[in-house]
């Protein structure tokens, strides 16, 4: 149980483009579902937090027209980076968190984002 | 000071050796603890939870909390080459927050 999946895995775009990625709850209703980015060989850094529903919750210095999210049920939300350009080239991942009794976050497999 | 912090490594073992892995919080406010191991483009998977103080195990994994220290431990008994990977620790405090995660630790388990 607890399985999270992102899609797509991994996608190369060209500067200007956007790119929407999906992450999915498939066992479990996501009350929570968090997104963030890594760079190689560097922790996670938290983007954003998003509540079914409703507004996401930016981190200070995430700019929130730029990496827009959307929550609209209790198993899905989407991150999409628009305009990409190259320095938004990372390792994008998303968490769930569910109702009560799943206290925890699980992690969805990443998307891997090259911005050419 | 940071709210989760770890020591990033890289710890390289021999096979078999019994592996430490640690962090420290400093919010005494947090009461989830959990263990989380990220394979390289990989996104982390959750290894152990645990709530409040004290001991759990799994298997070969065993997860210890002590929040008079406020340090949050994880043991690997008999290591394998298969558990290289960064281990990160996440603590939280309230139902429905975001946890905070430690860096994570880089470990190599040498055959």
């Known amino acids: 149980g607890a399985v999270v999946s992102q899609h797509p895995s991994w996608v190369i775009c060209k500067s200007g483009t956007s790119v929407k990625i999906e992450c999915r709850s498939l066992d479990f209703q996501a009350t929570t579902m968090f997104w963030y980015r890594q760079f190689p060989k560097q922790s996670l850094m938290l983007m954003a937090t998003?509540?079914?529903?409703?507004?996401?919750?930016?981190e200070q210095g995430v700019e929130k027209d730029k990496f827009l999210i959307n929550h609209a049920s209790l198993t899905l939300s989407t991150l999409t980076v628009t305009s990409a350009h190259p320095e938004d080239s990372s390792f994008y991942i998303c968490s769930a968190r569910g109702l009560a009794g799943r206290e925890t976050q699980y992690f969805g497999p990443g998307t891997r984002l090259l911005v050419l | 000071q940071k709210e989760v912090e770890q020591d990033p490594g890289p710890l390289s073992v021999p096979e078999g050796a019994i592996v430490s892995l640690n962090c420290t919080y400093s919010n005494s406010a947090f009461q989830y603890f959990m263990w989380y191991r990220q394979y390289s483009r990989k996104g982390p998977e959750l290894l152990m939870y645990t709530y409040s103080s004290g001991n759990k195990e799994d298997g070969r994994f065993t997860a210890q909390v002590d929040k008079s220290s406020k340090y949050i431990s994880l043991f690997i008994r008999d290591s394998q080459p298969s558990d290289s990977a960064t281990y990160l620790c996440a603590s939280g405090r309230d139902y429905g927050q975001n946890f905070v995660f430690g860096p994570g630790t880089r470990l190599s388990v040498l055959p």
């Open positions: 998003s509540n079914e529903g409703s507004k996401a919750t930016y």
